[in-house]
């Protein structure tokens, strides 16, 4: 059983880590958005 959540966990390692690269350059890019444009002009808020 455990053995085979270490596989499943291995297997899915490097799908799980493009998914949290992609989201911490989406954070990056919104908070980078943020301190560049001011407010008035800022899409995200």
Same mark, same amino acid.
Request: proline residues 7%.
């Given at each position: 059983? +455990?053995?085979?959540? *270490?596989?499943? =966990?291995?297997?899915?390692?490097?799908?799980?880590?493009?998914?949290?690269?992609? +989201?911490?350059?989406? *954070?990056?890019? =919104?908070?980078?958005?943020?301190?560049?444009?001011?407010?008035?002009?800022?899409?995200?808020?």
């Amino acid at each position: 059983m +455990v053995e085979r959540l *270490i596989v499943a =966990i291995r297997n899915d390692f490097g799908c799980l880590v493009i998914i949290v690269a992609f +989201v911490v350059i989406m *954070i990056s890019t =919104i908070v980078f958005a943020n301190i560049i444009t001011p407010p008035s002009n800022n899409p995200f808020v």
